[in-house]
């Protein structure tokens, strides 16, 4: 039976990571991530887990001490936030490489410079193609869910890739909500035990774990993530139905929120969808058929069943909490844009950047984006795909 709790989003973070019970924690602090481990740190100092605290000098440290950990056999999770993960960028890349399946809590913040610690989701989008899956949590309660979930995707024989679950600074990681938490041993259930096949501190078959690896079998290897990266896909629902069996809370690539007749969709992730819901409604009442496609996985993308979700729209925008800097929209944008086109679905689409270095986003700044879908819809033109939201200008 769920335990009904009032937790902020770092807390639900660390209960998380408690009831999981990691071998391994490495972590270095860095706001607004630094109440996780802080939090965590007290469960291992009371005895409430087992776990080996490596307090390191650095987020690079951090990962390099959760690569040699889960390397050796043990289950290791971390988290860091903005400039923090830029730090780990080099070992990002090495833990997906070596296809170890860390998990880590990634508490969304602008990255430097100049220096903000406000939420956007620029360092998230600055590693999206580093082979880490990446689950993205609306409030409290998701977060603590994903990480839940977490190491069944990320152990899974068939994927063995890392994985982050974001949430938005402040926003969520400080801001106490009502939030319904498991019991520990249904979790420890859940969660199961890590058994790595191979592992350097297995006498029985010694091994080499990140040996120098060039033309002959480089390209092989990279294939052989991306099948990894495919075939999380299949593994996140499969996990995602066990899980709604044990707790009754579901989950799928995204949520489709009022829209089985929209006709104007905003596509978005994290705490805005929260936002862009309360404002639909509010539309809805006013006979405007407004809906919100709020993405949960980003990575693996699941362009197809975006795509198929998007179809029956007349317009489509789509926010991005972070900018591209390519001139042609951000990341989710382009990435939605993409599985349209491959999928040969035409809705007019257009980019919104929004929330950069913490600025607000209030209900009159997505209603204004659903009016705008209004007037694609009625002039039949979209005179500038590349948009923003909430930007100060000077006439």
Same mark, same amino acid.
């Given at each position: ?24 924690? %490495?972590?270095?602090?860095?706001? =607004? ?32 001490? @959760? ?42 913040? %602008? ?5 903000? !610690? ?47 679950? @974001? ?23 859940? /969660? ?42 299949? /593994? ?30 905003? /596509? @978005? ?78 809705? =007019?689409? /257009? ?19 659903? !009016? ?24």
């Amino acid at each position: 039976m769920s335990i009904r709790e009032r937790l902020s989003g770092n807390e639900a973070a660390a209960t998380a990571m408690k009831q999981i019970n990691p071998d391994v924690v %490495a972590a270095f602090p860095i706001t =607004p991530s630094t109440e996780i481990p802080q939090y965590f740190s007290t469960f291992v100092s009371n005895g409430t887990v087992d776990t080996e605290f490596v307090a390191v000098e650095s987020e690079h440290s951090a990962m390099s001490a @959760c690569i040699g950990a889960e390397a050796a056999g043990a289950r290791a999770m971390t988290a860091t936030s903005a400039n923090g993960l830029s730090l780990m960028w080099e070992m990002i890349y090495i833990a997906s490489s070596l296809r170890l399946p860390i998990v880590m809590s990634l508490v969304n913040r %602008a990255v430097s410079g100049p220096l903000n !610690i406000h939420n956007d989701q620029s360092d998230a989008m600055g590693v999206r193609d580093s082979g880490w899956i990446m689950l993205f949590s609306e409030n409290n309660q998701e977060a603590y869910d994903n990480l839940l979930m977490a190491h069944r995707i990320a152990e899974n024989p068939k994927v063995r890739l890392p994985l982050m679950v @974001c949430q938005d600074g402040f926003i969520t990681s400080h801001s106490i909500e009502n939030i319904e938490l498991e019991e520990d041993e249904l979790v420890k259930n859940f /969660v199961g035990t890590y058994k790595p096949e191979h592992y350097l501190l297995n006498d029985k078959e010694p091994i080499a774990v990140g040996p120098l690896d060039l033309q002959a079998y480089l390209f092989e290897h990279k294939a052989q993530q991306a099948e990894a990266m495919r075939n999380a896909k299949k /593994v996140i629902l499969e996990v995602a139905e066990e899980f709604e069996k044990v707790t009754g809370r579901k989950y799928s690539f995204f949520e489709e929120y009022k829209m089985e007749d929209a006709e104007y969709v905003i /596509v @978005c992730m994290n705490s805005t969808a929260g936002t862009a819901k309360f404002t639909a409604d509010k539309l809805r009442e006013q006979g405007i058929k407004a809906g919100v496609l709020k993405l949960r996985v980003f990575r693996p993308f699941p362009a197809e069943e975006i795509s198929r979700a998007l179809s029956k729209a007349k317009a489509v925008a789509v926010l991005d909490k972070a900018d591209g800097l390519n001139a042609v929209g951000g990341p989710l944008f382009t990435d939605v844009t993409s599985g349209m086109y491959v999928n040969n679905i035409k809705v =007019p689409t /257009v980019s919104y950047i929004y929330g950069i270095g913490g600025r607000d986003t209030k209900s009159d700044d997505i209603e204004k984006v659903y !009016i705008d879908l209004q007037e694609i819809v009625k002039s039949g033109n979209v005179v500038n795909p590349y948009r923003y939201l909430g930007l100060r200008r000077e006439d």
